[in-house]
């Protein structure tokens, strides 16, 4: 069962029907049902499937990392020790010194109350008995190894004080301490941005083909799978569905649901609106800034300028993607249209300036103007019902309305959104994530805007899911001549939605342009470093970041 | 493309269960604070209506039965009825014939040397031990007469005090009142950090600050110091006990309140509120309030034993409520006095303290799980 | 980190000064007197008293007066126990309040750690059960309802401790009051310590220290009792203030002659001075306990190191 390209190679890591299986209140959960995987030395894997595909649990299960109330059952054989079955100081000898693990997030994963050095240095002492001193020496040359800038003051630092990245470099620092045979990587740069992602990848990437150790990489990213693994396996519901050669499986995916994935990349354009259709919304020098603490009875304020001099113009049934890295300022430039908070420029729409008025007061404004956040598990109130969440507005805009017409509205705005109306009476936490998007849609649908402000709406969402949003959300438009200003980090997305694309950074605008235009030919170095880890993910020929 | 369906579907009924029904039911299924909601609505029931049933008023003194012990059965006991008619019909100055003991009945032969006045059976009277006392069979020459009595049979269940006061009245007396303290201060200490955490949290900024350093200073005071003080100077005072309590105790509301507030207001479900155009109010009422409660209802519950606790503590200093009222931390303080000889004057009112806290904390502990169920 | 400690000592003169200020006035607008006792003395005898003690004077003098002495570390001089000043009960007090609380604070610290700790390794386990049985009862159950009962059951039924009394400070006479004492800061500090170290135990960085085959005892000593011990420090500052309150009464029930057992009294006398010294005293201890937990905080928590 080696894979690859043919070469004969040493099977490292042999899994055989791995079952895990977790209690719970209501009875027994199977995360994995049945699993059979091969590695070889040297090879990359990737297990790909969507969140609750089980593809976690399987390597958690490995590493005997399991939660209290999870147990495994199968065989995971590495060099002829089956890890299922081996007492915890057997284990331990293999994890951290020829297993090892890096995790999704770097924010938490390292201990916030030691300092990074001695965190890589820790497994060395353990599982080699090197000295504190030998050990901080080797996590010196291993930072220096993964390209941490000004090692030598960096290995004194606490986690909260480097960056995502930069904690992420940490970790597979520690993980190659003790040069390992397998090192396995989950979801290890989904929390990161997307220039951060594709530099990591590169770190990896570059590191096995010094180092030599095995790859298992799980992601849900199927350009990642496509860029970075030999083979793969697909996970669906605790079950390997298809497993293969990556480029087979690209070019001809044999089971259904990795054909779905694959079609799961959104598609499709949109085309520009004509450059004579009325402009909507114009802002012009919009800037915020936040105060940063420590203003407390006149000591100097210090700000913070997270929106700075933007200047942006909408069409009618036009789309503006908004991309940038995060802290770009893009959610602070949606909350300033909005007026949810408060800035200084001119905010123009339909032809009034905004700026300085109180929208609540302006209830015809108001209502045009509506917004759908990212987050569809604190977006809606958790002690609402649905019907009572989705009518809210009415209740602002048409006090009027009798019950019976609102629950008649709220049923329609429900079927608009591909909900069945039925669930008025539920409340938010028993919907999934993308039930919630599309309530989050109706809430905002119900009042009939012009201008509808997309924060991330997709970014929290299985592909799948994703691209059913981005279908609705096309199709409404189309339907009622919606005006979008898309935010997202996701290239991918706002390439298949956005006539026009606004680049962010530092709350300043670097580019602007069409969107065509702007993934062809960039001219900005940030926006070419964008486009660069975008085609990583979006799974595009990888000639623009292999360098 | 049946695949892409959402992973989660839905199950009947169609009617939803909101976050409050979810934690009812979960509150149910706990058998500790179910218990304890029992004990508690016991005891209430019992304060609230006890001190009317029960025979023994709280501040009747019973002088023949000064600290007797707890007992299931009935006073007095046999050997003390007769001695206790002699004493009673010597105090009447009397001469003392025979005294016989029937059943519920007392029949004492007496005479003397001028006829008997009838008004002397108030001697005997004035004993709790007799009732219904009369003179049957007077000589003709009213010299010697049969005095009748029944005994009072009394049952002390939980003894008497050191003033012959039955313990198990004052006990219910006592609970009523610790109660009441309780639940008194803890609504005076809801009002005051109510308002001060939602005015803090919902203004925010500079109001925010100035508002929430007072709190910082007044927690680093030594509290418990100047409630002492205040009790000592002005008196012991219900009134002034529960204020000072609910003054001392309002500081973690308040901070718990405004906590809240702020990072609800940070949610994105008030933002989406706001972009909806809903008013300060609205917002205030549809969105903080539900969220706050939850933390709040769990706070109180856990309040009133705290609050009790300090009642109780004050009284068993000296500070508390005053005699003929009663409160537990009195009762125990008195318990300890009189331990040596005496000690189910300890031992039942510490019963009762430790019951009511017991219960009182199982329910807030089984309310916060319910609320925040992190097990899930 | 010097100059955050003088900052905060600094910022704590406001503090200090109001409290003292609350109490001053609090005290003088109270009826009665040092020596309005229930034999009234001699019109001519309470004339000199007053003189004496600077009574007869504006209020607003005797305040700046004990201001003004305070600031030279004078107490004053007790109006009840005549022979003395306000110092020297504090001397022969202090002490003794001292040494019950610290045991009682370092007892509640070691054995809370340590039955927090086996709750948490063992969650819902027979083990985990009977501790939190432990810490519900140590919380619900007040010292001035222990003290007695022990007193009872130890001193006066079995008699092998004493039940009351300080015996210069025998180690006997320790037993039961420190006990007392400790035992709801025992349950409060368990409490803390499970919730926080179970949470610790599920925590990110806890799997990466088991994901690198650290041996077990390395995983709770270093990586997650580090994390759960900060609850427990933050909470330092309340169980001093819990054991001055728990001092009165221990001292109080077991008639051990500390501070605590002063204060009440004093007040009750109108011992304006003692009253006036206990504050200040213990205002001043309470600021200073806070000062070196937040200092001790920082250094186990480097998220929070000052930049000053």
New interface residues.
């Given amino acids: 069962m080696t894979g690859g390209a043919g070469k004969e190679r040493q099977t490292l890591l042999a899994v055989r029907d791995l079952n895990v299986a977790f209690r719970l209140a209501d009875g027994p959960v199977h995360a994995v049902r049945g699993v059979d995987f091969t590695l070889a030395a040297g090879e990359t894997v990737a297990i790909v499937g969507e969140s609750g595909s089980g593809k976690s649990q399987t390597v958690m299960a490995l590493m005997g990392l399991l939660a209290a109330n999870g147990t495994a059952s199968g065989r995971a054989l590495y060099r002829g020790e089956d890890l299922l079955a081996l007492s915890p100081r057997r284990l331990n000898r293999i994890r951290g010194e020829k297993i090892t693990m890096i995790f999704q997030e770097p924010m938490s994963s390292l201990d916030p109350l030691y300092r990074v050095g001695r965190q890589i240095a820790e497994p060395m002492v353990y599982h080699r008995g090197l000295s504190w001193r030998a050990a901080r020496k080797r996590a010196l040359e291993l930072l220096k190894l993964v390209r941490i800038p000004d090692a030598e003051r960096r290995i004194d630092a606490y986690p909260h004080e480097l960056s995502g990245g930069q904690r992420q470099r940490v970790m597979i620092a520690m993980a190659l301490a003790n040069d390992p045979d397998i090192l396995i990587a989950d979801e290890p740069t989904t929390a990161l941005d997307v220039t951060i992602q594709a530099e990591i990848l590169k770190l990896l990437r570059e590191l096995q083909d010094r180092l030599g150790m095995g790859i298992v990489f799980i992601t849900h990213d199927l350009g990642i799978v496509r860029r970075f693994a030999e083979r793969v396996y697909v996970m669906r519901e605790g079950k390997v569905v298809e497993e293969g050669p990556v480029a087979d499986i690209f070019a001809a995916p044999r089971h259904a649901y990795t054909r779905m994935l694959l079609a799961a990349e959104p598609a499709g354009r949109k085309p520009p609106v004509d450059e004579a259709t009325p402009v909507i919304l114009e802002g012009r020098d919009v800037s915020v800034a936040f105060p940063l603490g420590g203003g407390f009875l006149g000591r100097q304020r210090q700000e913070l300028k997270a929106v700075d001099r933007l200047t942006l113009t909408l069409r009618e049934g036009e789309t503006l993607g908004v991309v940038g890295d995060s802290g770009s300022g893009k959610s602070t430039l949606a909350r300033a249209l909005l007026r949810l908070v408060p800035s200084e420029g001119e905010i123009a729409f339909l032809g009034r300036d905004i700026a300085g008025l109180n929208l609540r007061r302006e209830r015809g404004l108001r209502r045009q103007l509506q917004i759908v956040f990212q987050d569809p598990y604190g977006s809606l109130s958790p002690r609402l019902t649905i019907g009572e969440i989705v009518t809210e507005g009415l209740l602002v805009h048409e006090p009027s309305l009798s019950r019976a017409e609102r629950d008649r509205r709220a049923a329609a705005a429900l079927k608009e959104v591909q909900l069945d109306p039925a669930m008025q009476t539920r409340y938010p936490h028993e919907f999934s994530g993308g039930q919630r998007q599309r309530i989050a849609i109706a809430r905002a649908m119900i009042l009939k805007p012009k201008l509808l402000v997309l924060d991330e709406p997709t970014s929290a969402l299985d592909r799948s899911v994703q691209k059913e949003i981005v279908e609705l959300l096309r199709r409404l438009q189309a339907e009622h001549r919606l005006t979008y200003l898309f935010i997202s980090h996701d290239l991918a997305v706002v390439r298949a939605l956005a006539d026009r694309v606004l680049v962010m950074k530092d709350g300043r605008a670097v580019e602007e342009g069409e969107t065509e235009e702007i993934f062809a030919r960039p001219r900005q170095d940030y926006t070419k470093r964008l486009m660069a880890a975008a085609f990583l993910s979006a799974g595009a020929p990888a000639e623009a970041w292999a360098g | 493309m049946s695949l892409a369906e959402e992973p989660v579907t839905l199950k009947e009924p169609v009617s939803g269960r909101s976050l409050w029904q979810d934690a009812l039911a979960r509150l149910a299924r706990n058998r500790a604070a179910m218990a304890s909601l029992l004990i508690l609505a016991v005891m209430a029931l019992a304060s609230i209506l006890g001190p009317a049933l029960w025979p023994h008023p709280y501040d009747r003194v019973y002088s023949e039965y000064v600290r007797v012990p707890a007992s299931l059965e009935a006073y007095p006991h046999e050997d003390r009825i007769v001695p206790e008619m002699q004493r009673s019909l010597a105090r009447a100055r009397v001469d003392i014939g025979a005294v016989t003991v029937a059943g519920d009945t007392v029949r004492a032969e007496i005479s003397d040397e001028e006829p008997i006045d009838p008004r002397m059976i108030r001697y005997v009277e004035r004993s709790d031990l007799f009732s219904r006392v009369r003179l049957a069979e007077t000589s003709a020459d009213g010299r010697s007469a049969v005095l009748e009595a029944e005994v009072a049979r009394l049952f002390f269940i939980a003894g008497t005090d050191g003033n012959g006061r039955d313990l198990f009245a004052r006990i219910l007396m006592a609970i009523r009142i610790s109660l009441a303290i309780g639940l008194l201060a803890t609504a005076v200490a809801l009002v005051i950090g109510v308002t001060w955490g939602a005015t803090a949290g919902y203004l925010g900024g500079r109001v925010d600050n100035v508002m929430m350093r007072i709190v910082d200073i007044l927690y680093s005071l030594p509290f418990i110091f100047f409630v002492i003080l205040l009790v000592v100077f002005f008196g012991r005072n219900l009134v002034l006990m529960f204020i000072a309590v609910g003054a001392v105790e309002w500081l973690d509301m308040a901070r718990i309140v405004r906590g809240q507030t702020l990072s609800l207001k940070r949610r994105e479900f008030v933002e989406a509120a706001e972009a909806l155009g809903v008013s300060d109010a609205g917002i205030v009422r549809r969105h903080i309030i539900p969220n706050v409660t939850g933390p709040v209802a769990v706070y109180m519950t856990l309040l009133v034993p705290k609050v009790i606790l300090l009642e109780s503590f004050l009284s068993f200093l000296g500070l508390g409520v005053q005699e003929p009222l009663t409160s537990l931390g009195v009762l125990i303080s008195e318990g300890a006095k009189n331990m040596q000889g005496a000690s189910w004057l300890l031992i039942y009112p510490s019963i009762a303290l430790a019951l009511l806290l017991f219960a009182l904390n199982f329910l807030g502990d089984g309310l916060r799980d319910a609320l925040d169920p992190k097990d899930r | 980190m010097l100059a955050y400690a003088l900052k905060r000592l600094l910022s704590?003169v406001p503090?200090l000064f109001?409290?003292v200020t609350?109490?001053f006035f609090?005290?003088r607008?109270?009826?009665?007197g040092p020596f309005h006792l229930e034999r009234p003395l001699e019109a001519k005898v309470m004339e000199n008293l007053n003189r004496l003690y600077h009574l007869d004077e504006p209020l607003w003098r005797q305040y700046f007066l004990y201001l003004s002495n305070l600031l030279r570390g004078d107490l004053g001089p007790s109006f009840v126990y005549r022979d003395f000043t306000v110092a020297d009960l504090f001397a022969a007090g202090l002490p003794v309040s001292i040494q019950l609380g610290a045991s009682a604070l370092a007892l509640a610290l070691l054995i809370g750690t340590f039955l927090g700790c086996i709750a948490a390794l063992r969650?819902n386990s027979a083990a985990d059960y009977l501790v939190v049985g432990i810490a519900?009862f140590g919380?619900?159950?007040?010292p001035?309802?222990v003290?007695?009962?022990l007193?009872?059951i130890f001193g006066?039924s079995l008699g092998w401790l004493p039940a009351g009394g300080w015996g210069d400070g025998a180690l006997a006479n320790k037993i039961l009051p420190v006990l007392t004492l400790a035992l709801p800061q025992i349950a409060i500090v368990a409490r803390l310590i499970r919730g926080a170290m179970i949470e610790a135990l599920?925590?990110?960085?806890?799997?990466?220290?088991?994901?690198?085959?650290?041996?077990?005892r390395?995983v709770v000593a270093v990586?997650a009792l580090?994390?759960a011990i900060l609850p427990v420090v933050s909470y330092l500052g309340p169980a001093a203030?819990a054991l001055?309150?728990g001092s009165?009464?221990v001292e109080?029930?077991f008639g051990i002659p500390g501070i605590g057992r002063y204060?009440?009294q004093a007040?009750?006398n109108r011992d304006y001075t003692l009253?006036m010294g206990?504050?200040v005293v213990?205002?001043l201890f309470?600021?200073l306990f806070?000062l070196v937990v937040d200092l001790l905080y920082a250094w186990?928590?480097?998220?929070v190191r000052f930049n000053a």
């Fill in positions: 704590a503090t109001l409290i609350i109490s609090l005290m607008v109270a009826p009665g969650q519900t919380i619900t159950v007040p001035f309802v003290a007695p009962v007193s009872l006066v599920r925590s990110d960085h806890v799997r990466t220290a088991r994901a690198y085959g650290l041996p077990t390395i990586h580090r994390a203030a001055l309150t009165i009464v109080t029930i204060f009440v007040a009750l009253v206990t504050v213990v205002s309470v600021v806070n186990l928590d480097p998220r």
